[in-house]
Structure formats: C-alpha cells, structure tokens
C-alpha cells in the first residue's frame, strides 16, 4: 500500500466545504469582538491580565492570570457588571465569574550554559590531574572542556 498526499488546498476552500470550521471561526470572531467590547470597561493595566472565555446563560466567565488581578477585578465587579449591561451584546449578562489560570509555561527546562574563563579552565585541569578517583578526574576533565577560548 503506497501513501498518497493530500493535495493541498487554499484556506477559503476549506473553511467554505467544512461546516465545523465556519462555526468554530464564527465562535472565535465573537469571542474576540465580545474581548473588545470587554476591554473597554477594564483598566489598561488589567487588559494583558484577563480574557472572555464564555458567556452563557448571562454568566459571563473571565480567565484571569494571576490571584491579584483577579482579587482586584472582583472588588470592581459590580462597575464592571453595569457598565456590561449597557452594552447590546452583553444586557443579558447577570453575573461575572472569574477564574484564575496562570499562563502556561513550557515543558521543556531552559537549557543552563556554563560560562568559564580560559584560566579558571586551566586551573580545574590542574586539579583533574592531581585527583585520584578516575571518576572525579573525568567529571572534572570535561568541565575544564568548557572554559572559554579566547
């Protein structure tokens, strides 16, 4: 059995044959628009701090990044709910929930550099000669190897 690509297409193709894809760009261009119309009303501090993740059945549910602008946010929630209110897409909103989620951070650890100068190497590899466990000689070996050249 022989593997045969599919052949590429443009995007409008298939955002126009694929029902699932309109409604979910539908969803994601509502929630953005609801975002801005939400942005409006929060501090300019607190913009980068908090995002629209639904608005259903008048609760409206805000993620926010941390404890502390969650805490703030929630001391101005009642300005907030009225101010929302007199908005068309949000006079049904009854309620304002948050929830806080930090940001995501990578799985993967930053990869640590060893940053030694061209004497402290020399100086090591000395040491490394005089040490009689081959083990620790080694170690020590391939720790001078990254003194930097200069």
Partial sequence: MSYRPIKAQKTTLVLQSSLPLQRLLARAKATDHLQQQLNQYLQPAAREHCRLASYQDGILTLIISNGHWATRLRY???????????????????????????????????????????????????????????????????????????
């Fill in 76 to 150: 101005q929630q009642r300005r907030l709910l009225e101010q929302l209110q007199s908005l068309a897409d949000f006079r049904d909103v009854t309620r304002i929930q948050f929830k806080v989620r930090p940001p995501q951070q990578s799985d993967t650890p930053e990869s640590r550099q060893i940053a030694i100068s061209e004497q402290s190497g020399q100086t090591i590899q000395d040491s490394a000669q005089a040490i009689q466990n081959p083990a620790l000689r080694e170690a020590l070996e391939r720790l001078a190897q990254q003194a930097k050249k200069t």
